[in-house]
């Protein structure tokens, strides 16, 4: 394998592509065929897309991406589905702010870097509809390389079953890649997705993982592949489901509360928040997972 891996960079980046196709394609679908329930006699959701870019210090070309973003949807309120390949060098506080390897040997020697991924954030209209979180990504540099990334449910309004099924897609999923990883990967989101400042987990969990690197390229790709595909069979029934529901004021008050939580942890623990910043990435497309509207009592 190429030290520069220039052909399973362009294949990582061109999934991270088609994942984001699909998941716009069927969100957009939801807006569609939302027929009955609440708010189903306003136009449907749209998603607004523009290219982000990333310049360095010097001004050269360091990448981008696409942001892709619907607000005032019939079933999102808001949701951004991004996609972005970057690279360049990292300085001394973005290695610092890496989201798995630090210290890597002859990081400091020759701080290039590259990485693709794909990152997604809904916010439903409906109280009752989980809010949503996916992200998966590849990184290199000269010295190691590695996927991570995962996907979460936040619901301020807790189903068992929702709950229950949105764990038995990501076990299915990962089943095939050895029994021994969902429960793995649960517990690895469990312990990510925790406020210790609330001593409460975010949400519900889900799978989350980091520094994955097997020796073996391909291997992690398929893995990383598959946490992406179980995201829609996991999450658009649940929306199906829950989008016809009627709701009160009070639920209304508990979904915005939940966001409120929501913002606190991107804001003052999420690995991506932080290296999207440091690394001088668009502001706007790093910080899209934040809620439209959010309350603190």
Same mark, same amino acid.
């Given at each position: 394998m190429s030290?520069?891996?220039k ?5 990582a980046?061109a999934w ?5 196709d ?9 807006e569609d065929?939302?027929?009955? *329930?609440?708010? +189903?006699?306003?136009?449907?959701? !749209?998603? =607004? ?9 010097d001004?050269?070309d ?9 607000r005032?949807g019939?079933?999102?309120?808001k ?7 970057v690279?360049g060098?990292? &300085?001394? !506080?973005?290695?610092?702010?890496m989201?798995?390897r630090? *210290?890597? /040997?002859?990081?400091?020697?020759? /701080? !290039?870097?590259w990485a693709s ?6 916010h439903m209209?409906? /109280? ?11 990184f ?10 995962g +996907? ?9 079953e929702?709950?229950a099924?949105?764990h038995?897609q ?6 095939p890649? *050895?029994?021994?990883l ?5 517990a690895w989101?469990?312990e990510?997705f925790?406020?210790?400042h ?6 519900v &969990?889900?799978?989350f993982?980091?520094?994955r690197n ?10 990383t ?7 829609l ?5 649940l929306?199906?489901?829950?989008r016809?529901?009627d709701?009160s004021d009070?639920?209304? =008050?508990?979904?915005?509360v939940?966001?409120?939580l ?14 999207g910043?440091?690394? &001088? ?16 009592i």
């Open positions: 030290s520069e891996m052909t399973e960079k362009a294949q980046a991270f592509r088609t994942l984001r699909q998941i716009v394609a069927a969100f957009e679908g939801l065929s939302h027929a009955d *329930g609440p708010l +189903s006699d306003q136009t449907p959701g !749209r998603f =607004e897309v523009s290219e982000t870019t990333r310049n360095s210090d001004g050269s360091a990448g981008g991406g696409l942001m892709s973003v619907m005032g019939r079933v999102f309120e949701v951004g589905v991004n996609v972005s390949e690279y060098t990292l &300085g001394e !506080r973005a290695q610092n702010a989201a798995a630090k *210290g890597i /040997p002859g990081m400091k020697d020759d /701080p !290039r870097f991924g794909i990152s997604l954030v809904a209209q409906n /109280p009752h509809a989980p809010a949503v979180h996916m992200n998966t990504r590849m290199w540099t000269p010295h190691a390389w590695w996927f991570g990334g +996907s979460d449910l936040n619901p301020c309004i807790e189903y068992d929702d709950t099924h949105f038995g990501q076990k299915k999923h990962l089943d890649h *050895g029994g021994l969902y429960p793995k990967l649960k989101a469990d990510y925790y406020i210790p609330r001593n409460r987990a975010r949400g &969990g889900g799978i993982m980091d520094d097997s020796g073996e390229w391909e291997r992690d790709f398929a893995l592949q598959d946490i992406g595909r179980a995201f069979p996991a999450f658009v029934p929306v199906e489901k829950r016809v529901q709701w009070a639920d209304k =008050e508990a979904q915005l939940h966001r409120g929501y913002a606190e942890y991107n804001l003052v623990y999420d690995r991506g928040t932080k290296f910043l440091e690394t &001088g990435h668009d502001a706007n497309a790093v910080l899209m997972s934040l809620p439209p509207l959010a309350k603190w």
